[in-house]
């Protein structure tokens, strides 16, 4: 069976500090992967979708950035914090014909 | 994507079946409606999802109009761990992302 992993489960971070979430998928290949954040009291937003290595869709202008350095592993990064950066960050996979997203556990992120 | 509509909370009392509206009237005839679940501070849950067909899982039953432009999600017998934002998204197959909206913030009461 599929599962997904994030990590680390939470974070506390300075503002302008840099950040780097990672997200690794086991028991499939070349899955569709998503980063998604939802602020505190607000829905999903999605940041960035993947369909394969080194392929990397942006939804929203920003000052995070995404990387697919493997088949299975996903990469949300930013050089610099903002306060505004401050949410629950999901990663999720898919694959196949009915491409059903699964999300991950989240990681909450805390900009002080 | 369709856009869709929900109500932002419903009550349900625990054992009893709890029926989730969803209306997305401009829905494509290649479109997909999916059903998401979120639990209090987890990632989003997939419940199920259909195309035209009535569903139903281990989880919930989808039933989706004749004209598809409205679905319910059923929950035949709902506990207190179904408590969460319940999300109806429509979208189409293959590599597409979701786009969530609000959903409905479901309250199941003992």
């Known amino acids: 069976s599929q599962t997904i992993h994030q990590w680390p489960a939470t974070l506390v971070q300075p503002v302008g500090s840099p950040l780097s979430l990672e997200c690794t998928v086991e028991?499939?290949?070349?899955?569709?992967l998503y980063w998604y954040r939802q602020a505190a009291g607000r829905g999903l937003q999605l940041l960035f979708y993947s369909v394969g290595i080194g392929q990397i869709s942006s939804e929203v202008p920003q000052n995070l950035s995404a990387s697919r350095p493997q088949d299975r592993q996903f990469i949300l990064s930013s050089k610099k914090l903002l306060l505004s950066d401050s949410g629950f960050y999901l990663c999720?996979?898919?694959?196949?014909?009915?491409?059903?997203?699964?999300f991950g556990p989240g990681t909450r992120l805390t900009v002080l | 994507d369709a856009k869709t509509t929900q109500p932002p909370s419903m009550d349900c009392a625990e054992g009893r079946a709890a029926n989730l509206p969803c209306n997305h009237s401009?829905?494509?005839?290649?479109?997909?409606v999916y059903w998401y679940r979120q639990i209090h501070s987890q990632g989003p849950q997939y419940i199920i999802h259909?195309?035209?067909n009535n569903e139903t899982n281990e989880m919930a039953s989808l039933i989706i109009t004749e004209d598809r432009k409205s679905s319910t999600l059923i929950l035949p017998h709902a506990t207190l761990r179904d408590t969460a934002v319940y999300y109806c998204?429509?979208?189409?197959?293959?590599?597409?992302?979701?786009?969530f909206g609000k959903g409905t913030r479901l309250s199941v009461i003992a």
């Open positions: 259909g195309l035209k």
């Open positions: 028991g499939t290949s070349n899955p569709n």
């Open positions: 401009t829905i494509s005839g290649n479109e997909y």
């Open positions: 999720a996979w898919s694959w196949g014909p009915a491409d059903t997203q699964y």
């Open positions: 998204i429509v979208r189409h197959s293959g590599n597409t992302p979701l786009v």
